[in-house]
């Protein structure tokens, strides 16, 4: 299914010419032929979705960043004469700043339904890292990118963050004042993070690049798990195109729609009010929180007592994706065919959208309001604090303890032969006549 | 490149037979040519050559000139009121001026040396002048400002945390790693310090 025959054929003459000297034609035929698995589902439409994210934020972070001005001084008046006074900067922006929530949004349906699927296990494993490596580069850019407007979330989310690089031991002052380019967040930082989040989407389209060569070189996963091997290509599979495009056009209409309300009906609802005040070292605002989509790791990293533990937990809630490959011992790729693990990946998602509740919340705060309870440790037990530890705790169980073992204890579902065996019992029968 | 036998090389070499060459012009045997050398050789220079070019792409984030020159501030004592503090902007970071009461002095020489690292009152303020205290106004955890007379130590709370630190700015319970900093500073005159 991956190394499939060229079938494309040029007519005119000056395709016949271009053919010989770059088949970029050729290349672009092929890449809208590819065999593609006949089960798959709606959860397979957030790759394309996510390329247009990813389109979608590089288009407006170039015309933002004709009137954006980069310095301390500048920076938030800049951002609020695009709001005011640039033509339609207004709509530019609110796309911009909401897109990254939807790129985001997309970006973990997409990773759960691979964690669902086992897109991960082999001969997969090079696309499922490359796909983590997007991610955590996602997260730098989104990071780089908030601090842009220079308000006061701005500022003091780049304080907390790059703080962060103060707790390795040894280095991390003169890494903290290398990276800050002074004694603290100023403009030198300002300068430079603008330089990188310009940067990032171009690396993040390159790692894409390759994530896509992968993918088109082991094949496709789909909903069953199964391998489609060459001889059943033709009764597995279909060409991407027109078959596809429209599946994934359909899903990113739909995709659109919620983007468009929040772009036009609540375009600051994922945002804080506070990165409406202009930045000012001296004060820090009453209740610093991160962009949604981080708050899950910012709540790992107050679970942990020790500063530097901390840092180390929420870098290895990212890390420990890359190795997924590895620690999951099941011969089965699908959780349609894994009844315990899949009870387990339910409790998974769960646990995250728990741990993103309580990187929202104060860590003292009662879960329970009123309930009585009692100190342990170094907090109350009915507080977020240790609902988050407890959060915690089955995040890397997941990856580190439940899925080696559930994969070499549980007792799989029959795995059909094909994708088209549970669909239609022996297959799609040949045609007659 | 694989070694030719020496038959075949002296036929495409045309050498005499007591010269044992390869083709590249290595020598038959392990011995290092003038050729290694020349590899070795240029593949350090070329190895230095970027470092060199990279140190100063590396180098052009630290701290540049017009940053450190802002580094010594001077200030004014008699604009801080008994019990209050004044935050000033040193290195563009926050710094506390505080002029503690003498109930809060009393609390805090009781205690003894706490905090982490344990330190004395007197270990953090300059002798003469302890009623002053001057302190780094960043939570030594993730760095946010700590609000001024509030936690439970009557110091300062850091309302990003939770770290709580006592009127002599030492930590005393939460996450941050250790007491506020003592800048580098010095009394020019009874009234003036200078911070840097």
Redesign the interface.
């Known amino acids: 299914m991956s190394d499939h025959e060229s079938t494309y054929v040029p007519k005119t003459g000056i395709e016949k010419w271009l053919d010989s000297r770059l088949p970029i034609i050729r290349f672009g035929a092929d890449y809208m032929a590819l065999p593609t698995p006949r089960n798959l589902n709606y959860w397979y439409t957030f790759g394309g979705i996510l390329m247009l994210c990813l389109v979608i934020q590089i288009v407006t972070g170039i015309v933002l960043a004709m009137h954006y001005v980069p310095n301390t001084e500048m920076a938030f008046a800049s951002v609020e004469r695009i709001m005011r006074d640039v033509n339609g900067g207004w709509l530019i922006r609110y796309v911009h700043a909401n897109g990254a929530s939807m790129f985001f949004i997309a970006v973990y349906l997409h990773m759960l339904r691979g964690l669902y699927y086992g897109s991960y296990k082999a001969p997969r494993e090079i696309i499922w890292i490359l796909g983590c490596v997007i991610f955590f580069l996602m997260i730098a850019t989104a990071f780089l990118g908030y601090v842009l407007p220079w308000g006061q979330m701005s500022f ?1 989310g780049a ?2 963050i ?3 690089i ?1 707790a390795v031991p040894v280095v991390g002052e003169p890494l903290l ?3 800050r ?6 403009n ?1 930082t300002l300068n ?1 993070f603008f330089s990188l989040h310009y940067l990032l989407p171009f690396v993040i389209f390159g790692v894409v690049v390759l994530h896509l060569w992968a993918l088109h070189t082991s094949g496709q996963n789909n909903p069953a798990g199964v391998l489609i091997p060459k001889e059943r290509t033709a009764k597995d599979t279909l060409p991407f195109h027109p078959y596809f495009t429209v599946k994934d056009g359909f899903a990113i209409i739909l995709f659109l729609i919620l983007f468009a309300l929040f772009v036009f009906y609540m375009p600051n609802a994922l945002g804080h009010a506070d990165n409406y005040i202009p930045a000012n ?8 929180v991160p962009e949604w989509y981080m708050l899950p790791f910012y709540a790992i990293l ?1 679970a942990i ?3 530097f533990g ?1 840092v180390l937990a929420m870098f290895g809630a990212i890390g420990v994706l890359f190795v997924i490959p590895w620690l999951d011992t099941s011969r089965v790729r699908s959780m349609r065919y894994r009844p315990t693990m899949k009870v387990f990946f339910v409790i998974f998602v769960i646990v995250g959208l728990g741990l993103g509740w309580c990187g929202a919340q ?3 705060a009662q879960v329970v309001p009123g309930m009585p309870s009692f100190m342990l440790l170094d907090g109350q037990l009915n507080s977020y604090l240790w609902l988050t530890r407890l959060l915690t705790a089955y995040y890397f169980a997941f990856f580190l303890i439940i899925m080696p073992w559930v994969g070499l204890k549980e007792t799989p579902l029959p795995v059909p032969a094909s994708v088209s065996e549970p669909v239609l019992d022996g297959g799609i029968p040949e045609k007659k006549g | 490149m694989g070694r030719h036998g020496s038959i075949g090389a002296h036929e495409r070499c045309d050498v005499t037979e007591s010269v044992e060459l390869n083709h590249d012009g290595h020598g038959g045997g392990d011995d290092a040519t003038r050729r290694d050398f020349i590899h070795i050789a240029a593949g350090a220079a070329a190895v230095g050559a970027g470092v060199m070019m990279a140190w100063p792409l590396v180098n052009q984030m630290n701290p540049a000139a017009d940053t450190l020159a802002l580094s010594t501030i001077e200030f004014d004592l008699t604009k801080v009121a008994e019990g209050m503090q004044v935050v000033i902007k040193w290195q563009g970071k926050p710094v506390f001026v505080r002029y503690r009461t003498p109930a809060e002095l009393a609390t805090i020489k009781a205690e003894g040396a706490v905090g982490s690292p344990p330190e004395t009152d007197a270990d953090r303020t300059k002798a003469g002048h302890e009623q002053f205290l001057v302190v780094i106004g960043s939570c030594t955890h993730l760095g946010c400002v700590p609000t001024f007379n509030s936690g439970d130590y009557g110091g300062w709370f850091c309302p990003c945390h939770g770290s709580h630190y006592d009127a002599s700015g030492r930590i005393r319970k939460g996450p941050a790693p250790r007491n506020l900093d003592v800048p580098t500073y010095e009394y020019v005159s009874d009234t003036r310090v200078r911070i840097g």
Do not use: F, S, Y
């Open positions: 003091w304080e907390v790059t703080n962060l103060g004042i290398w990276l380019g002074g004694p603290a967040i100023d030198a430079r070292p001296l004060v820090t605002p009453a209740h610093i107050r007592p020790d500063k901390g104060l860590p003292d």
